[in-house]
């Protein structure tokens, strides 16, 4: 497969180890580039696809100046202003589809529907409700202004305008910009390949028995939900057991057949923390252990062929660093732009003191109804509560070094929509 503007060998490499959170994603963005190629689709197919070049308007869209309302077309300048005119109403009538191929004259009028080239002679419209017909001519009410109820050739996409940008995410709106350019086709990049794994002895597939002691394995349902949105194959690996000869020989195979090997638990220093040691002993391996609370053991590597994240096993950590960290890269390997930051300031619905200046800290959060919209804490912010992701609409992002919080302040909030869940 040809590439171009591939990632560095070991893109992960720089500045590893104790990074605070914003520096490790300045480095990442700057850092992270394209390792697909690309392809020519139906546009059909191109949903959620990434771009590969920016898309010019060939045409004026509309093509041509044409009527808004279903009415009546004349010239502006057979109207006298401030008061009523009467306007001969000519024979006949312009549709979409139908053009009128005769020309008005001033003083005359023309039946015209929605969507219809404005009739030679014509610049203005007046909705049907607007007007009378009496005996044959058209009363027109004053107030009537010059090119109202009129579509401008152009005013949509001027011929030569990009309209899409390379690296555009294309959903179901971008492939209508596309369609009524007349594009059948589109070149976008092909999938990232996603490998992804969960990691522990304790784990079970749900709807398995559950052994004393196990944990039925949410992560994996959770990332590949959030993967199903982004330009990316994804190859579910299953869980990997605590069996350091098991996991070596899946991430090998894995490595040789995906671009990216996506992984939950494992990732810190236990005994059983297996997955990280592959990948540092038979590839390169990089425990960033960005200062953030939940999600700080957050691994990045390379395994041979293959790039590696090592997500956290709690649940809330996990989701937290594939949607603040896996995500905007994935993105970016499979030649999308990068994601603007989705958080804004809202007002604090809450105090807090912070006890560690010194970590971000990414807390679970609601917005109360009413157009204040504060946010509020959800009230259980352990990185095990899964269900405070259900209960929060998105996460507060507070970056080491912020102080305590007072109530009325502005925190960064994002919705977990923003941040890239669909629901
Ligand atoms: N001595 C230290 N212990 C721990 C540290 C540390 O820095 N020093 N970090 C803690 C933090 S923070 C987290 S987060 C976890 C992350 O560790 P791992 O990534 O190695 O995760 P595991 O130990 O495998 O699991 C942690 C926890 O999450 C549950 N889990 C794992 N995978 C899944 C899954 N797919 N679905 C649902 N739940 C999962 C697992 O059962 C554990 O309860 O380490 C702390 N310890
Ligand atoms: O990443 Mo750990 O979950 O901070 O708790």
Known sequence: MSTSAITEPDCFAFGANDLSLKVAL???????????????????????????????????????????????????????PGEQTSLRLREGRAAAGHPFSGTIAAGEALKILTGAPMPTGTDTVVMWEQATLVE?????????????????????????????????????????????????????????????????????????????GGVFDANRVILKAALASLPVKTTDLGILPDDPAIVRDVLIEAAARHDLIVTSGGASRGDEDHLVRTVRTHGMLHFWEVRMKPGRPLAMGRLRQSLFIGLPGNPVASLSAFLLFARPVILALAGATWPPTPFRLRPAGFTLQRTRRDRSEILRARLEPGPAGRAVLVERQASHILTSLVEAEGLILLEEGSGDIDEGQGVPFASLRDLGLAQ
Do not use: K, W
């Open 26 to 80: 300045q480095q990442l963005e700057a850092g992270i580039g394209r390792v697909v190629s690309n392809e020519r689709l139906p546009l059909a197919a191109c949903l959620g696809r990434a771009l590969a070049e920016p898309l010019t308007a060939h045409l004026d869209i509309p093509g041509v100046d044409s009527s808004a309302m279903d009415g009546y077309a004349f010239a502006s300048a057979s109207l006298v």
């Open 136 to 212: 044959g001519r058209l009363v027109v009410p004053p107030g009537i202004t010059h090119g109202q109820n009129r579509r401008r050739r152009g005013e949509d996409m001027g011929a030569g305008q990009i309209v899409l940008g390379a690296g555009q995410c294309l959903g179901p709106q971008h492939l209508g910009v596309a369609a009524r350019l007349g594009h059948a086709e589109l070149n976008v990049y092909r999938r990232l390949r996603v490998a992804l794994a969960s990691s522990g002895d304790e784990l079970a597939e749900p709807g398995a028995r559950l052994p004393p």
